[in-house]
């Protein structure tokens, strides 16, 4: 197990009601970081969030929360949250902007308490801007970061071109606000200055979108109909998909080998990318008739020998069982009210071994002698 | 001044997802010094055909505010001169196939030994191990491996292929370690090297279902529709594409939408009064709602339902996003004034600070080797007669 955990030695508070500011303390705590969720009394909204596990508790809350402290309090009218905040680097708050001042969470009063604190606000459109207070939940975000408005495409675009456009599976649009609020908060951390940091989902979600920004600039608009490389794509086989694309001239070359398309190895008009596109319904057709009766797992097998990118669509039980997932020892066994569950560490490690996810998901109020704690010493002191 | 000035970083990375990270770290504060050759220079540099089309892909975006030096990895010299850069720098980020930087000189160990505390990032479809290390990638293949290909889609249709925000995404993932690593630095004072798989990205974003399916639960396809909130959906307007996307996540917000579609009655019909009645008879519910929204504008509808508390945006095409002042007002949306004093949109900072307030992007794209005389001769030290001789000698090339 790795002993490199680059942010051991920071404290977090989360406030999260929301998947992107869970994720963000998530981020922070698989690093290292002592991330303490203070939750209402009910326990976070996020505990009865599908998808739920045989036991009713929730998966997503166990993904996001797995090696969290949690603690019960109420701002304003419970002081021991003021208390937590004398030892903490960081907060992670995504209540409404509207409903700050009220809980006594707004900036100015923080800032002035706690000058080297970081104020993570995570929220749906940021702190700022015209649209600060609006609300949005996932769907809504992967269309206001546009690539919502972009999906899907290729296969499923041509089977449907008449049904509206299709969100990214989960909670993607947040994960990335997520992602983006904790580079932001780390990020500031660095300087060793405490401030305010106003996170936006959507602002993420352009950010990671930036390729339909930078085609406009250039003169298209980017639609879903035609965002497409115009062959290969999801290409159905006899018991299941695979994910085929060539971008390179030696990358065609193999696959017409791979098919035994001669005639068209010698064809000038297929000789670049551009001539290629252009013939791609019938080099499309070709692939899709050729592929079908293949097993997966042999086509795959197949492709890889030629150099031909491609990939099998997994299902979660290739991905929870794959050689090299489990080579790279990715999933973490955690114990659940439903026995146990396999949680994947973060897409990134330090040392070779994966970051370890911690053992168990905290009872609501699981570290309430955190505050108690404090607020002793904050009275001695 | 922006959290991460002083920072600087070798950027040996190409395409799209090394090169976003790097790019995130660059709008953040840090120097980054994009590593080039003209032998072989980043396929993203050049025009090259996507989905069909001849014409620049996102270099421009992710190359703006880097510097840009020459350098050929394939002559010793020129792997001698990266390692002296490696040397004066605290990040080493690169996204070759795992093997290549160690095959060229230019692995762990190596910088280690001319920077001891060197912060390695290594961007790559399937991480530095595992029986699939050697496996070369895209955005839709990570897609794919990592199952968030399998899980987006119509549950009657085929999987969908994801584009450059699973790239991106990865780049994101990638900024956030090496910023955790430079803690970790200040800390221990060690460095170390980040490994950062694609596939693993991509399998994050579906963590939970992959929970959930550990211990049993069929998850699938599942289209547009939430687990739990209902309505939630895409509903047409009287524009054509222009589709108006809403979720209601409370009873209250329900009752209100009801109101707003001109069916109060629905509000307070009991086969809708919870959450869970109103999901389990979603499909009853679509038909009013668009019946409403398809006679309405869809920006006008939008406000209207903010403004009463009901979660709404349209789906946003890059026209709506390039030109809004909200996100301009951010900075998450900017100008950007190139070279040739072409001004184009970009994408700014993802968040803001309280501390600074300008703007992520302050230059455009660099030329091929612009920025080599403040490199190789402010920051290394070379004379002009040194550096001239490598060029002639192709190592800088």
């Known amino acids: 197990m790795t002993s490199l955990l680059p942010l051991s030695g920071i404290r977090v508070v989360e406030r999260a009601s929301g998947v992107a500011a869970s994720q963000a303390g998530r981020l922070m705590r698989l690093m290292g970081a002592e991330v303490i969720m203070t939750e209402p009394p009910a326990g976070s909204p996020l505990r009865r969030e599908p998808p739920l596990l045989p036991g009713g508790g929730s998966a997503l809350f166990t993904f996001l929360s797995v090696g969290k402290r949690s603690v019960i309090c109420e701002p304003p009218d419970d002081a021991s949250f003021d208390a937590l905040l004398e030892g903490a680097d960081i907060l992670i708050d995504d209540t409404p902007r509207a409903e700050r001042a009220a809980l006594g969470m707004e900036p100015e009063r923080i800032a002035r308490n706690y000058p080297d604190l970081v104020f993570l606000s995570v929220l749906p459109f940021g702190a700022f801007g015209p649209k600060a207070d609006w609300k949005a939940e996932e769907l809504n975000l992967i269309h206001a970061g546009g690539e919502g408005y972009l999906l899907p495409n290729g296969l499923s675009a041509d089977l449907y071109p008449d049904r509206p456009p299709l969100k990214i599976a989960g909670h993607f649009a947040q994960m990335q606000g997520g992602v983006a609020a904790a580079l932001a908060g780390l990020s500031a951390l660095w300087t060793n200055r405490g401030q305010f940091v106003d996170a936006s989902v959507q602002d993420a979600n352009v950010a990671v979108g930036a390729f339909a920004v930078q085609r406009f600039g250039d003169g298209s608009v980017e639609h879903r109909s035609t965002r497409s490389f115009k062959f290969g794509g999801v290409i159905e086989c006899r018991d299941g998909y695979v994910e085929l694309l060539t971008l390179e001239t030696r990358q065609w070359q193999g696959l017409l080998e791979l098919m035994g398309a001669d005639d068209w190895a010698s064809d000038p008009e297929l000789s670049d990318e551009v001539g290629r596109s252009a013939r791609g319904k019938e080099i499309n057709a070709f692939i899709r008739n050729w592929a079908k009766d293949w097993l997966v797992e042999d086509l795959v097998a197949a492709a890889q020998e030629k150099g031909v990118p491609m990939a099998r669509y997994n299902e979660p039980r290739h991905i929870l069982t794959g050689k090299h997932e489990l080579a790279r020892a990715i999933f973490h066994e955690v114990e659940t009210e439903s026995g146990p569950v396999k949680v994947q560490s973060l897409p990134f490690r330090f040392e070779p071994d994966s970051l370890p996810v911690g053992a168990s998901v905290a009872a609501p109020g699981a570290d309430q002698s955190l505050i108690a704690g404090r607020t002793a010493n904050r009275a001695t002191a | ?397």
């Open chain 2, 1 to 397: 001044m922006k959290p991460l000035a002083g920072i600087r970083v070798a950027d040996f990375t190409v395409h799209a997802a090394g090169p976003f990270c790097t790019h995130m770290l660059s709008q953040l504060g840090a120097e980054v010094i994009k590593i080039e050759t003209a032998l072989r220079p980043d396929i993203f540099r050049k025009s090259h055909a996507v989905y069909g089309r001849q014409g620049p892909a996102t270099f421009d975006q992710v190359s703006s505010n880097k510097l840009s030096v020459r350098l050929n990895l394939k002559h010793p010299d020129g792997v001698a001169l990266a390692r002296k850069l490696v040397s004066i720098s605290d990040v080493a980020a690169e996204s070759f196939r795992a093997g290549v930087m160690g095959r060229l000189g230019l692995g762990y160990d190596d910088l280690r030994a001319v920077r001891n505390d060197i912060i390695m990032v290594s961007v790559s479809s399937s991480g530095q191990s595992g029986p699939d290390s050697h496996f070369a990638g895209y955005a839709p293949l990570f897609g794919a491996w990592g199952g968030l290909g399998h899980l987006s889609g119509h549950p009657d249709g085929p999987p969908v292929e994801m584009r450059h925000v699973m790239d991106h995404s990865v780049g994101m993932n990638a900024a956030l370690a090496t910023v955790a690593a430079l803690h970790n630095r200040r800390r221990t004072g060690q460095g170390c090297h980040v490994d950062v798989s694609a596939r693993e990205v991509a399998s994050s974003l579906v963590g939970d279902a992959l929970t959930a399916a550990s211990a049993g639960i069929e998850v699938e396809r599942a289209g547009n529709a939430d687990l739990r909130r209902a309505p939630c959906g895409l509903y047409p307007t009287s524009q054509p594409d222009r589709w108006l996307s809403i979720a209601v996540s409370s009873d209250d917000e329900w009752r209100t939408l009801a109101t707003i579609i001109g069916r109060p009655e629905l509000g307070r019909d009991r086969r809708y009064a919870t959450e869970m009645q109103r999901h389990a008879n979603r499909r009853d519910l679509d038909p009013a709602i668009e019946s409403w929204s398809v006679g309405q504008s869809g920006d006008a509808a939008c406000e209207r339902l903010q403004k009463a508390g009901v979660a709404a945006h349209l789906s946003w095409a890059a026209s709506d996003i390039v030109t809004d002042p909200h996100l301009r007002a951010r900075g998450a949306i900017l100008d950007v004034t190139e070279t040739d004093g072409t001004v184009r949109a970009a994408v700014g900072t993802p968040a803001r600070f309280s501390t600074y307030d300008s703007p992520g992007i302050t230059s455009g794209t660099p030329e091929l080797g612009g920025d080599e005389d403040y490199v190789y001769g402010d920051l290394l030290g070379l004379d002009r007669r040194k550096i001239a001789g490598l060029i002639e000698d192709r190592a800088i090339y």
